[in-house]
């Protein structure tokens, strides 16, 4: 279930922070790559919504991120990355 909140912290040069959810409880950690549009960098007090998940320590983190209202996209799988690789070095050849 997709959950709302806030960053509470965020350090934009070492790309991690903390989102404080909007139902209380824990801060929960995000990483900018759990962003599905790097378009825009987080910024202190966005809101952002998200999933969660644990990692192989056990801790709650934020997964699928997006900021505000947008709609988050599912990163693609490596097919979709291989062809979008593709697509760039034909552009840039």
Avoid: C
């Amino acid at each position: 279930m997709r959950q709302k909140g806030k960053l509470a912290r965020w350090d934009d040069d070492k790309g991690f922070g903390f989102i404080e959810p909007n139902n209380g409880g824990n801060r929960v950690f995000v990483h900018i790559n759990e962003f599905a549009n790097r378009t825009q960098r987080p910024m202190l007090n966005d809101f952002v919504t998200y999933e969660t998940a644990k990692d192989a320590q056990g801790r709650v983190n934020a997964v699928d991120a997006a900021l505000g209202n947008a709609k988050s996209y599912r990163r693609r799988g490596p097919k979709g990355q291989a062809s979008a690789i593709l697509f760039s070095l034909l552009f840039l050849g």
